[in-house]
C-alpha cells in the first residue's frame, strides 16, 4: 500500500478523523471531528457521494481503505513516535487527537 487515507480513531464516546501516510505510517493531520473532516474533503476537491460512501467504510472498519480489515492493522507497525517509534493505538489518539503535540507533525 502507498500512499493517504482517512482513519477513524474513537476512545469511549469520541470519535476523531484523521488523515494517514503510509508512506511515513504516521498521521499527517490532527483529529478532526466528523463535521470537520467532511468540509476538509470538500476543500480537497472529493465529492460528496464520495464523502458519504467514505463515512460508511469508516463506520465499518475505522479505515477508509476498503481492503484493510480494521483501523488498527493499519496502524499496527506506525512510526507515529516523536522519534519515528511504534505507538500503541491509545498512544496515537493521546498525541494526535487529544494533545496535537504540534512537534510530532515535523519533519
Do not use: H
Not at 25 to 53: G, V
Not at 72 to 85: H, P, Q, T, Y
Amino acid at each position: 500500500m502507498n500512499g493517504r487515507c482517512i482513519i477513524k480513531l474513537k476512545k469511549d464516546d469520541q470519535e476523531w478523523y484523521l488523515e494517514w501516510s503510509s508512506t511515513i505510517d504516521a498521521p499527517i493531520t490532527f483529529a478532526m471531528s466528523k463535521e470537520e473532516m467532511t468540509i476538509w474533503l470538500r476543500k480537497q476537491r472529493w465529492f460528496d457521494f464520495e464523502i458519504e460512501n467514505l463515512m460508511k467504510q469508516l463506520d465499518k472498519t475505522g479505515c477508509g481503505l476498503p481492503n484493510v480489515k480494521s483501523v488498527e492493522d493499519l496502524i499496527r507497525d506506525n512510526r507515529a513516535g516523536e522519534n519515528k517509534e511504534c505507538l500503541t493505538y491509545e498512544q496515537i489518539v493521546e498525541k494526535f487527537c487529544l494533545k496535537q503535540d504540534a512537534t510530532l507533525m515535523e519533519g
